[in-house]
């Protein structure tokens, strides 16, 4: 071991002897089909000693840290290896300055060994690069390794920074556009009580508009961020006959709606429920664009909701028109991008089954009939159970 074994203000700071270090690289690399194994992967794989020293590294690491050899980062520490600007900050290097306390990266090889079992996390990471200073964002996964009874640490690497990256672009995108729009929705809205009669109809459609427009903006934000599981629930208790009379009023100036006629059930049950009102909107909204889509000229969409006899816990909320699914449609339908209307399209009914069951604890379903129609529908308990 090293003569600085006890500094640290976190992680054990011993290194193993030039000695040890040479004789664990040997006889890996004498392991039949080891080197030529690992190098077969496109993922980046590097295998640590008990003090978190690298003692090989696959063809993939090698390639993006610009190394040839495993030898040129033999007895570093990941943080070192990466040029983590921490990584110096202390005499015995990655994981035991102040600072990697806090790294998740350092963390996650710690629990592994601690545990002797698998361990995964990500890591946010400033590195140094030809003078200049970096975020990188990183993924890990370690898995314990006995070689001849010794243990040792396999870590797959994933570089998440690209994706990590577009997520703040796409966060920053909704967060500016949403509030320009919702800004002007708002100074139409002031605007509107003194402009004289003979306008103020027009007014009003612009301030609908700019209010669509700003729930069709809010729509794919939800979308992102459920796909990257980041949507949080609001849940509140919501009245169904409210519900599908607000989705209804939405859509019947939609663009869609043109000749064709949207109503609400006679028969619709009044229940109050508790869920997330947003996402519901946003699964009916998309069912019914998708039935007046489906709808000729003339066409009648009806949406209605009702209890199950058998299911009285249940409650049942429905669109539905008159057209015929066919037997390609019913099988793809809520694929995400499938679309009977061209290329783009699609990802309306996917979100439906995202929103409906994921999220809301639903069920989302169709029936379809040649004489019937076909029927949308999403089954919801009448209690959210997801934590509030």
Same mark, same amino acid.
């Given at each position: 071991?090293?003569?600085?074994d006890?500094?640290?203000?976190?992680? $054990?700071?011993?290194?193993c002897?030039?000695?040890?270090l040479?004789?664990?690289?040997?006889?890996?690399?004498?392991?039949?089909?080891?080197?030529?194994?690992?190098?077969?992967?496109?993922?980046?794989?590097?295998?640590?000693?008990?003090?978190?020293?690298?003692v090989f590294?696959?063809?993939?690491?090698?390639?993006?840290?610009?190394?040839?050899?495993?030898?040129?980062?033999?007895?570093?520490?990941?943080?070192?290896?990466?040029?983590?600007i921490?990584?110096?900050?202390?005499?015995? *290097?990655?994981?035991?300055a102040?600072?990697?306390?806090?790294?998740?990266?350092?963390?996650?090889i710690?629990?592994?060994?601690e545990?002797?079992?698998?361990?995964?996390?990500?890591?946010?990471?400033?590195?140094?690069?030809?003078?200049?200073?970096?975020?990188?964002?990183?993924s890990?996964?370690?898995?314990p390794?006995?070689?001849?009874?010794?243990?040792?640490y396999?870590v797959?690497?994933?570089?998440?920074?690209?994706?990590?990256?577009?997520?703040?672009?796409?966060?920053?995108?909704?967060?500016?556009?949403?509030?320009?729009?919702?800004?002007?929705? *708002?100074?139409?809205?002031?605007?509107?009580?003194?402009?004289?009669?003979?306008?103020?109809?027009?007014?009003?459609?612009?301030?609908?508009?700019?209010? =669509?427009?700003?729930?069709?903006?809010?729509?794919?934000?939800?979308?992102?961020?459920?796909e990257?599981?980041?949507?949080?629930?609001?849940?509140?208790?919501v009245e169904?006959?409210?519900?599908?009379?607000?989705?209804?009023?939405l859509?019947?100036?939609?663009?869609?709606?043109?000749?064709?006629?949207?109503?609400?059930?006679?028969?619709?049950?009044?229940?109050?429920?508790r869920?997330?009102?947003?996402?519901?909107?946003?699964v009916?909204?998309?069912?019914?664009?998708?039935?007046?889509?489906?709808?000729?000229?003339? *066409?009648?969409?009806?949406?209605?909701?009702?209890?199950?006899?058998?299911?009285?816990?249940?409650?049942?909320?429905?669109?539905?028109?008159?057209?015929?699914?066919?037997?390609?449609?019913?099988?793809?339908?809520?694929?995400? =991008?499938?679309?009977?209307? *061209?290329?783009?399209?699609?990802?309306?009914?996917?979100s439906?089954?995202?929103?409906?069951?994921?999220?809301?604890q639903?069920?989302?379903?169709?029936?379809?009939?040649?004489?019937?129609?076909?029927?949308?529908?999403?089954?919801? $308990?009448?209690?959210?159970?997801a934590?509030?």
């Amino acid at each position: 071991m090293t003569s600085h074994d006890a500094e640290t203000l976190h992680a $054990p700071g011993e290194r193993c002897s030039d000695e040890v270090l040479k004789k664990q690289m040997d006889y890996l690399s004498e392991l039949p089909y080891f080197k030529q194994g690992l190098d077969a992967t496109k993922s980046m794989i590097l295998i640590l000693n008990t003090c978190r020293q690298a003692v090989f590294a696959n063809k993939a690491f090698l390639a993006t840290m610009n190394m040839q050899k495993s030898s040129e980062l033999a007895g570093q520490r990941p943080g070192e290896i990466i040029k983590c600007i921490n990584a110096c900050d202390a005499i015995n *290097g990655c994981g035991t300055a102040e600072a990697c306390k806090y790294c998740n990266g350092v963390n996650t090889i710690l629990k592994a060994m601690e545990n002797n079992e698998e361990s995964s996390g990500e890591f946010s990471n400033i590195n140094t690069r030809n003078g200049y200073e970096q975020n990188v964002n990183l993924s890990i996964h370690v898995t314990p390794l006995e070689v001849n009874e010794e243990m040792f640490y396999v870590v797959t690497v994933n570089d998440n920074s690209g994706a990590v990256g577009k997520r703040l672009l796409e966060r920053t995108f909704f967060h500016d556009v949403i509030n320009t729009a919702g800004a002007l929705k *708002g100074i139409v809205g002031l605007l509107k009580g003194d402009v004289p009669d003979i306008i103020k109809s027009e007014v009003e459609f612009v301030e609908e508009t700019f209010k =669509s427009l700003v729930e069709e903006i809010q729509a794919q934000k939800y979308l992102m961020d459920a796909e990257n599981n980041e949507l949080a629930l609001e849940i509140t208790s919501v009245e169904t006959t409210d519900i599908l009379k607000s989705v209804n009023k939405l859509y019947e100036g939609h663009d869609v709606a043109v000749n064709k006629i949207i109503k609400l059930d006679s028969h619709c049950a009044s229940k109050n429920i508790r869920t997330d009102h947003r996402l519901l909107r946003r699964v009916l909204g998309n069912m019914i664009k998708n039935a007046l889509e489906a709808s000729d000229e003339g *066409g009648v969409v009806t949406l209605g909701c009702s209890m199950e006899e058998d299911k009285r816990e249940l409650i049942t909320l429905w669109v539905h028109n008159d057209q015929y699914m066919d037997d390609r449609a019913q099988n793809l339908v809520f694929h995400r =991008s499938f679309s009977t209307r *061209g290329a783009g399209r699609g990802v309306g009914t996917y979100s439906m089954k995202l929103f409906g069951e994921i999220f809301l604890q639903g069920k989302v379903g169709f029936s379809t009939d040649k004489d019937k129609g076909t029927r949308f529908y999403i089954k919801l $308990p009448l209690q959210q159970v997801a934590s509030e």
